[in-house]
């Protein structure tokens, strides 16, 4: 199956993705809350920004950005933590409590951790850089050594780009170069740039 295919599939066939053709999450539907915080955090919807703080909600349709030395952690749904790093914008795209969600990655790094064992649904990440379709799991993506990597911890990702897909195992990685490219052959990511990535997380 070409990626372009598996796209469209993931759209109409039970994936997280399903949440935006069917509009199961409604705009100001919560979404889940603040955890933990570092520095200046905000959410927008539409022309209304809010600053945040800890245990804030947050709600379908918010753009979560952080600024210069910040850091948020976010508990979405039931069987989710995403942790942003600076400089971040992640738009919570859709989102159900037990139906995992769709989330719009604009910038910067974040960190998914996704409980298999809840069986609260699948996630899904997209970005200038592709799409990353989530089973249970705890990942990175965001710039890394000049690029935008994907690495995981634990479970499994697909990394889907305009022709291609790789899974990514636990241990391994992928890169794109730039938006529009193919991810790269998973490989293995030194430790160094594994400690880097983890750095990026400020909370």
Do not use: C
């Not at 053709?21 to 933990?36: I, K």
């Not at 349709?61 to 030395?69: C, E, F, I, L, Y």
């Not at 594994?194 to 997380?201: G, Q, V």
Request: glycine share 12%; aromatic share 6%; charged share 20%.
């Amino acid at each position: 199956m070409t990626a372009a295919a598996l796209s469209r599939r993931a759209l109409t066939l039970g994936s997280p993705l399903a949440l935006l053709a069917a509009g199961a999450a409604r705009a100001a539907d919560p979404a889940g809350a603040v955890e933990a915080i570092q520095g200046q955090v905000t959410a927008q919807a539409g022309a209304a920004a809010r600053t945040l703080a800890k245990d804030a909600p947050v709600f379908v349709g918010d753009t979560v950005a952080t600024g210069a030395q910040s850091g948020v952690a976010l508990r979405l749904g039931q069987a989710t933590k995403v942790r942003l790093g600076e400089q971040a914008k992640l738009r919570i795209d859709a989102f159900l409590l037990k139906a995992g969600g769709v989330l719009d990655l604009a910038q910067g790094a974040l960190l998914v951790e996704h409980d298999a064992a809840s069986d609260q649904g699948e996630v899904a990440v997209r970005s200038p850089f592709g799409l990353i379709a989530v089973r249970g799991t705890r990942f990175f993506a965001g710039p890394s050594n000049g690029v935008f990597g994907v690495f995981v911890w634990e479970g499994e990702v697909m990394v889907v780009g305009r022709n291609t897909f790789v899974r990514v195992l636990p241990g391994y990685g992928t890169d794109v170069a730039k938006p529009g490219d193919e991810p790269t052959p998973t490989h293995q990511w030194a430790a160094q740039r594994i400690k880097e990535a983890e750095r990026k997380l400020l909370v």
